[in-house]
């Protein structure tokens, strides 16, 4: 199985929940109770976004002009801090971290 990881693109807050990451240039699929790499944090995740599209958690699909997209998609992470800086997150990779 492919590792999972992808590129922060967008963030919000859920309240009581955690942080929403819009992913970009996603390679793998992620899994509810997967341990992500967040800079030098370690997060599970929490919820698996929907995409409006096809209804997956990863989705690949062709922009208007048929070119290829890269695969993108949302997952809810755990995150009781204070809401992290744009310039923090925008661009950062993320990557599943393989736990024991």
């Known amino acids: 199985m ?5 590129q922060v693109d967008s963030f919000f807050a859920v309240a009581d929940r955690g942080l929403a ?3 970009t ?3 793998g ?4 109770g997967m341990t992500l790499r ?8 929490l919820e698996l976004g929907r ?3 096809d209804g997956q958690p990863v989705s690949y699909r062709s922009c208007l002009t048929g070119a290829p997209t890269p695969a993108y998609g949302f997952v809810v992470i755990e995150w009781n801090d204070d809401f992290p800086e744009p310039v ?3 661009k950062m990779w993320v ?3 393989m736990v024991s």
């Open 29 to 32: 699929m992620p899994r509810v």
């Open 2 to 6: 492919e590792r999972f990881r992808g």
């Open 21 to 23: 990451l819009s992913l």
């Open 51 to 53: 995409n409006s599209t």
């Open 95 to 97: 990557a599943e971290e």
């Open 88 to 90: 923090e997150f925008r």
């Open 38 to 45: 967040v800079g030098e944090r370690l997060c599970k995740v």
């Open 25 to 27: 240039n996603i390679e």
